[in-house]
């Protein structure tokens, strides 16, 4: 299957759908219009999905389209990527089935959410390493995990470092380092959301909640962890994360993956991270869980790979319940290469796939046809 609908046809078809849809279903979410085109000029709902061969003359859901309509209400594991470095929001969702079979997808295109069953996860990897590079260099070794409020307090100075470069940019002037008193990093933070140049702050606030009380008091800290120093009255940044704000001047993008599955109270669990990217090689990622954010910098390489291991999990839990489904056969590398950044290397003889028998491309880790994963 592969049709692209808005979402108000999407949803109109899940009402269709007997049964409770669970909390992962895109017939439960708000997904956005497309782009450029009106609700008010689309054709009525019956008359589209008839068009797209979804539904026969009586209005009901044709046979061929009804498995992949059930994964999308009842999805066992979901992935999702958003992607802002391009001139259109980029956003996939990756449903495994949970039924054995593949996965199905939907992605957000100018025409509306192409739905495609079987996936093809390999296209998007394709994609994002376009958008990222493929270098297996990083900007920089940073590495450290610090509790919110420490996150916060350093994501303030931050801020406040990268406007101050803005301004020095526009004047034709040197950077100059700033300097926070700890009453300025909390007024920072407790101030409404100021979008651009409050960044970082934006970005915890979205991973990991309100600021906490006392979050000004975590500059001491940070001094002794050799990210702040107190110079005078007011702390600035230290060396490592001065090149960190540096580095991250213009952000062009910023890529966030999340898997989401159910709880067993009827509610959804969810594991995300974003990265920021400033450059072909400046990538930070920030992950929160609990009371702690691991900051964390990278090459486009190594966050590909973390991408790829993601799509690959929810591959499998899709097909987890069909114990049938023989393993690959045959050595195939990863689509993006080793570690090193060496290229694709061939298999060592062609193979196929073992679900539906189409050839295996060189560098292949999902089959082209129909999303099959196969093993490392």
């Not at 044709?62 to 470095?85: D, F, I, K, M, N």
């Not at 060396?239 to 580095?247: D, G």
Request: charge should be negative.
């Amino acid at each position: 299957m592969d049709t692209t609908l808005i979402p108000d046809h999407l949803k109109a078809l899940g009402t269709m759908l007997p049964g409770r849809k669970n909390r992962l279903s895109p017939y439960t979410f708000s997904l956005p219009e497309r782009v450029g085109h009106p609700a008010e000029e689309e054709t009525s709902a019956s008359g589209a999905l008839k068009e797209a061969g979804l539904l026969n003359h009586s209005g009901d859901i044709v046979e061929s389209a009804r498995r992949t309509l059930e994964v999308l209400a009842r999805p066992c594991l979901s992935t999702s990527l958003r992607y802002t470095g391009t001139p259109e929001l980029f956003e996939y969702f990756l449903f495994a089935a949970g039924d054995g079979g593949a996965p199905v997808s939907l992605m957000r295109g100018e025409g509306g959410w192409r739905i495609e069953d079987p996936a093809k996860p390999a296209e998007v990897l394709v994609f994002l390493a376009d958008c990222l590079g493929k270098s297996a260099l990083s900007s920089g070794d940073l590495e450290v995990t610090l509790t919110a409020s420490e996150s916060f307090a350093l994501a303030a100075v931050l801020d406040a470092q990268r406007h101050a470069g803005w301004e020095s940019l526009a004047r034709g002037k040197p950077s100059k380092p700033v300097r926070l008193t700890g009453e300025a990093v909390q007024a920072d933070l407790e101030a409404p959301d100021r979008g651009s140049s409050q960044w970082f702050t934006g970005i915890l606030r979205h991973l990991a909640g309100k600021v906490p009380e006392g979050s000004a008091q975590a500059c001491d800290t940070l001094c002794d962890r050799g990210l702040l120093e107190l110079k005078g009255e007011g702390y600035a940044l230290g060396e490592e994360a001065l090149v960190l704000a540096s580095r991250l001047l213009l952000i062009q993008g910023i890529l966030k993956m999340q898997t989401a599955w159910p709880d067993d109270d009827e509610g959804v669990r969810y594991s995300e991270a974003l990265a920021v990217q400033g450059g072909v090689f400046d990538l930070l990622r920030l992950e929160a869980a609990e009371d702690e954010v691991r900051w964390r910098s990278l090459s486009p390489l190594e966050f590909l790979a973390e991408i790829e291991e993601m799509l690959e999990m929810t591959v499998v839990a899709g097909m987890a319940k069909n114990d049938a489904v023989p393993k690959a056969t045959g050595e195939v590398k990863p689509l993006l290469g080793d570690a090193s950044g060496a290229g694709k290397i061939a298999p060592a003889q062609k193979t196929y796939c073992p679900k539906c028998g189409t050839a295996i491309k060189p560098g292949d880790r999902f089959c082209r046809e129909c999303g099959f994963a196969f093993q490392k």
